[in-house]
């Protein structure tokens, strides 16, 4: 046994991961994928554990599922469900549990924990566990990006259950003032700089806020159609090895961001997703990049102006054929370590998840995007869309996006770390306490430090 320890940084916030080495580990990759007979010769109702983070409303559209699936798999499979707090708190515990063998028989866990449960080899295919049961969940059914963002080497290795995209949120009564068109004058990164210091010179109102969080520092990447972690996006072979953060298309993009607010045209709200959403809602900025997430805020924040999501924007000049947005989310993770009959009604609670009736009405009640491409077909999808159609620029954009190295995005244990260290010093570079070229310089040192410390202690 070795011991794997990566610092997962989330603020001031370090965590501490242990857990087997992969060759230690039990039954990972195509091995392990029993078919349905080890449920159907199974004794009694099959008990799984499923832990998750979670919470509000989404909790509630989670247990909703877990419920209905429970009715219908009354007598043969019961599903205990566990929310187990932050994403974070989830890992932490996660991790202890590989120690022992306690992890749980699905675990549904947020995208920058991929790298790590995937580097751990504690869950089984789901192109296996497709092939050997082939009456539950069609692979080819989950929407292309999804497929992409969670698989490596050519093989998925979890299932997707929510996808959130992200676009620009525009007010169209300050746009149209400013004499800005938000479906021609808005298709790059630069054109919406721009654009935030035309409305800000023409109507005195701040152009542009959004998150600083990491997450979109990466989608500047995708959208330039690089890889935000060499080499390829870590999708490949031992993995990524650094963080070049130098491909003049990516540099240009983030160049043309950090001007907006050096020169006042925007609003810098930090790393908080909510606080954006008040002040655009407010009117208090014309434009902001946020998630598809924020739909129901804005819904419920009900403003006072006529305002729509539009598709994220490329960088200037970048082929639409190699470029486009990351998404965010979560996924659902087999325990490889379970027993065949656990692991074959865990491939059935994941099939019911990732169904279409399933994510139907998990989309209409959390604003996730279905990952089941059959929903589209539904007639209750389709009424929803007919009203709520930021909702259709949403499945429009994440079927447009093509499925490269560049929209898959970085696999690396150390994600989280790299995102709090990259969105550190992007953040001194929109308050100008640096320059952008510094910025760049000591996030790529920074993060450079967190893969070769978490690829030395993975071992």
Not at 32 to 54: C, K, S
Not at 133 to 142: A, E, H, T
Not at 427 to 435: F, H, K, L, P, Y
Request: hydrophobic fraction near 40%.
């Amino acid at each position: 046994m070795k011991k794997l320890i990566a610092s997962i940084a989330v603020g001031v916030l370090a965590l501490s991961l242990a857990a087997c080495s992969p060759e230690a580990s039990a039954g990972s990759g195509s091995k392990g994928a029993p078919g349905p007979e080890a449920l159907e010769d199974a004794d009694g109702v099959t008990t799984i554990t499923l832990w998750h983070g979670f919470g509000n409303a989404n909790g509630e559209a989670l247990d909703a599922s877990i419920s209905a699936f429970n009715a219908a798999n009354a007598g043969k499979i019961h599903v205990n469900s566990s929310f187990q707090g932050s994403y974070t708190d989830l890992l932490a515990k996660y991790t202890a549990g590989l120690r022992d063998d306690s992890t749980p028989t699905v675990v549904i866990s947020g995208d920058t924990t991929s790298g790590y449960l995937r580097d751990v080899q504690r869950s089984v295919s789901p192109e296996a566990m497709a092939e050997a049961n082939p009456d539950d969940l069609d692979l080819s059914q989950i929407r292309p990006v999804g497929a992409n963002y969670y698989g490596a080497d050519g093989e998925m290795f979890a299932v997707p259950l929510a996808i959130s995209t992200p676009v620009l949120w525009v007010n169209t009564d300050l746009l149209t003032q400013a004499g800005i068109d938000p479906k021609t004058d808005l298709k790059t990164i630069q054109d919406v700089a721009a654009a935030a210091k035309r409305v800000k010179a023409t109507t005195g109102v701040s152009g542009l806020a959004g998150s600083f969080d990491g997450w979109w520092f990466e989608q500047i990447t995708a959208a330039s159609g690089n890889s935000y972690c060499a080499p390829k996006n870590g999708r490949s072979g031992d993995g990524a090895t650094s963080l070049p953060l130098d491909a003049p298309a990516q540099v240009d993009g983030l160049r043309s961001l950090v001007d907006v607010y050096t020169s006042g045209a925007g609003t810098d709200i930090g790393v908080d997703g909510n606080a954006a959403v008040t002040a655009f809602a407010a009117g208090q900025v014309a434009m902001m990049f946020n998630s598809s997430g924020a739909a129901g805020a804005l819904d419920t924040s009900a403003p006072s102006f006529d305002f729509e999501a539009v598709p994220y924007p490329l960088s200037e000049g970048a082929d639409p054929t190699e470029a486009g947005p990351v998404i965010g989310g979560a996924a659902m993770w087999l325990s490889s370590t379970a027993t065949d009959a656990e692991k074959v009604a865990g491939w059935k609670l994941i099939s019911y998840l990732a169904s279409a009736e399933n994510q139907e009405s998990f989309s209409a009640a959390t604003g996730y995007v279905p990952v089941n491409k059959g929903v589209d077909d539904l007639p209750a999808r389709r009424k929803y869309l007919a009203s709520h159609p930021d909702a259709q620029t949403f499945v429009d954009q994440i079927d447009n996006t093509p499925s490269v190295t560049a929209t898959a995005g970085c696999l690396s244990g150390a994600m989280t770390s790299i995102r709090a260290a990259v969105s550190a010093q992007m953040e001194a570079a929109i308050n100008g306490s640096v320059t952008l070229d510094e910025a760049l310089a000591n996030a790529r040192t920074e993060a450079d430090k967190a893969i070769e410390q978490y690829r030395t202690q993975l071992g």
